[in-house]
């Protein structure tokens, strides 16, 4: 079945991939030229930044319920109902829709999953039509949508990945015809913040939903959960529940056909070390530099790969995070940038694409030490591009240096999936184009 799986994941994207990031939020459909000179440049996978989904109170009369507003974008009571997304607050009674709020008989006091979207849905989906009048279609292009960022939230708790995918789907899947948004409490708020294709079985389902008046948002989802400035902040500890729903999550999307891809800073996948943690705000003992340097990770998206690597179609491995190896090593002990990128693919080759993790490091998420898989078909190199001209945190891959890389490893067959940037809208600052 994961083999299966993976067949498909090969149909569902082009051969190579060219990812970028982007954060505009389709405010005003003239400010969209830098998207669009990406897409012309040969950006294939635009993964739009952010999503998430929040739980919130909710108090409705028991006898009332259909009289729930539908002015910011909610779902109707029926839908509600179908969706089965609240939750009672009262914990001997979490598994029910109908707990009672102790203060008011007449009223109940439920959890509803609200998600909430940062671009413009409207301007967004005029947007895409404007790429597909250009020839940009999704034979060509895959437009997927992140969830996190640094800082961003985690997942609240209580809810299933199931539960949460459901949320996520009555958004994402729309009528053609209407131009309501469909969700459980969805809310689109655009201040909130921030290869040779062919049609395949992704874009057939896709054309089954058109014909049927229905049309998809997103083409997939994004994996980009990060830690948090403060280091005592609850998002520097990924929950073993937040790392299921995240697995569960994705299970969903890709049985519905969607493409699911991840996002890990350097340290949170970490080929070079053995070492696992759930928390994000930790060192990297063994680079010689830096050590006050808090908010590393120990392997903790390694945890995702070992039990739903399956439904991962590739990683958009971050070598931009603050103080990375990738930094020690060429700044430090004076690596060229081409040869690490070199060393890094070669290195995982020898160790046949995979490495271990010692999971037993934290017995309660209840893993055996294992090898965890890597494959080449679903690695893509992370850069940062003009942002980083005057950091001194991150590392700023040379184009030329990325293509001799890229050069040398296609020579010898371990060319990677793709390569990507954060992000768009810095194209071109400086200067710099990647």
Not at 13 to 32: A, E, F, I, R, S
Not at 75 to 93: I, K, P, W, Y
Not at 143 to 164: D, K, Q, R
Request: hydrophobic share 30%.
């Amino acid at each position: 079945q994961q083999q299966q799986q993976q067949q498909q994941q090969q149909q569902q994207l082009p051969d190579k991939l060219l990812v970028g990031y982007v954060t505009n939020h389709c405010k005003d459909l003239n400010d969209m030229t830098q998207v669009t000179k990406a897409v012309e440049d040969g950006v294939n996978v635009l993964i739009w930044s952010f999503i998430k989904i929040k739980a919130v109170e909710d108090y409705n009369d028991k006898d009332n319920i259909d009289d729930y507003n539908e002015d910011d974008n909610t779902v109707d009571a029926d839908e509600r109902r179908r969706l089965n997304l609240c939750r009672g607050t009262d914990s001997s009674t979490s598994t029910s829709t109908t707990a009672t709020n102790n203060r008011n008989d007449e009223k109940q006091k439920q959890l509803r999953l609200n998600v909430e979207v940062s671009q413009n849905l409207e301007n967004y989906k005029q947007y895409k039509q404007q790429l597909i009048s250009m020839g940009y279609d999704s034979s060509k292009i895959k437009h997927l949508v992140a969830f996190g960022g640094w800082n961003g939230p985690h997942f609240p708790p209580g809810f299933s990945g199931s539960e949460l995918y459901d949320a996520f789907k009555a958004i994402n899947v729309q009528s053609t015809t209407s131009t309501t948004t469909a969700s459980c409490g969805c809310t689109s708020d655009s201040s909130s913040h921030n290869g040779n294709d062919s049609d395949n079985g992704n874009d057939n389902d896709n054309e089954r939903k058109a014909a049927n008046g229905l049309e998809l948002l997103w083409d997939g989802i994004d994996w980009d959960l990060e830690g948090h400035d403060q280091l005592d902040h609850p998002n520097n500890e990924f929950t073993k529940e937040l790392l299921d729903q995240v697995g569960e999550f994705s299970k969903r999307a890709k049985d519905d056909g969607l493409i699911v891809s991840m996002a890990p800073p350097e340290s949170y996948l970490d080929t070079t070390s053995a070492r696992f943690s759930r928390f994000v705000n930790l060192t990297y003992p063994e680079d010689t530099w830096h050590l006050d340097f808090s908010y590393h990770g120990w392997n903790v998206y390694a945890y995702i790969l070992a039990k739903y690597g399956y439904c991962i179609d590739f990683i958009f491995v971050q070598f931009y995070e603050s103080y990375s190896h990738a930094l020690y090593q060429t700044e430090r002990k004076g690596m060229s940038q081409a040869d690490f990128l070199i060393q890094y693919i070669e290195t995982l080759a020898k160790k046949g694409f995979g490495y271990e993790v010692h999971f037993e490091d934290d017995p309660s998420v209840n893993l055996k030490n294992q090898i965890v898989e890597m494959p080449l078909s679903k690695i893509v190199f992370g850069f940062a591009n003009g942002w980083a001209v005057d950091s001194e945190k991150a590392i700023l891959f040379s184009s030329s240096q990325v293509k001799s890389a890229y050069n040398h490893l296609d020579g010898v067959n371990l060319a990677p999936r793709g390569l990507g940037y954060w992000v768009v809208e810095e194209e071109g600052k400086h200067g710099l184009y990647l």
